[in-house]
């Protein structure tokens, strides 16, 4: 509903004429730009993410093709995904599909690096959900594991692994909350 107040109210200020100068501004927690087509798209309330990115609820996410180690994965200006709902596990792997007509395996967000079994997102959001393939995550033959990449397994679930192995990725970016100033 905030949301679609503050749409409205943008409309109606492009409405008002030349008189009134239109200023957008960001709300926090700070949406995290990648470019000034990124500005563009997020104030089209019909398509809030980036060409090339898939919404789901308030966020944007991107399959990055590109193999990477899970630290030069986390760039760009956005966060490796975080993942808090079995519905948004799903909504991952069918990007990933879309994208590539395939299941490889892909980073995410999480990572136990600073504690063994306590894990955070790198976007700094709460680890409330978990989506394990059978058996993991379990430090596989002694070695500390400490990042997920997912389509894992039968079931194409979550798994420990070394973070300097390169994957593809899934990052992701908050959709923009515009707010309308008319000076
Ligand atoms: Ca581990
Ligand atoms: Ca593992």
């Known amino acids: 509903m ?24 960001f709300r926090n927690p700070p949406c995290l730009l990648l470019s000034d087509d990124l ?17 789901f609820n308030s966020r944007c996410f991107m399959f990055v093709k590109t193999a990477r180690t899970w630290p030069n994965a986390e760039y760009l200006g956005a966060n490796l995904a975080s993942v808090h709902s079995y519905e948004e596990s799903q909504f991952l792997q069918a990007v990933v599909l879309i ?23 790198s976007d700094g959001s709460k680890f409330d959900h978990e989506s394990w393939a059978e058996g993991e995550p379990n430090n596989n033959n002694g070695a500390r594991e400490p990042c997920i990449h997912f389509n894992f397994g039968a079931e194409n679930g ?9 994957y593809p990725s899934v990052c992701s970016i908050r959709t923009c909350l515009i707010l309308q100033t008319v000076n």
Do not use: E, H, Y
């Open 39 to 55: 500005v563009t798209f997020a104030a089209d309330q019909r398509n809030p993410c980036p060409r090339g990115w898939f919404q």
């Open 99 to 121: 994208t590539t007509g395939s299941f490889p395996l892909t980073w995410i967000g999480g990572f136990d690096a600073v504690q063994d079994r306590l894990w955070f997102w």
């Open 158 to 166: 979550w798994n420990d692994v070394s973070c300097g192995k390169s």
């Open 2 to 25: 905030a949301m679609l107040t503050l749409l409205l109210l943008l409309s109606a200020a492009f409405t008002l004429g030349d008189r009134m100068t239109a200023r957008l501004q």
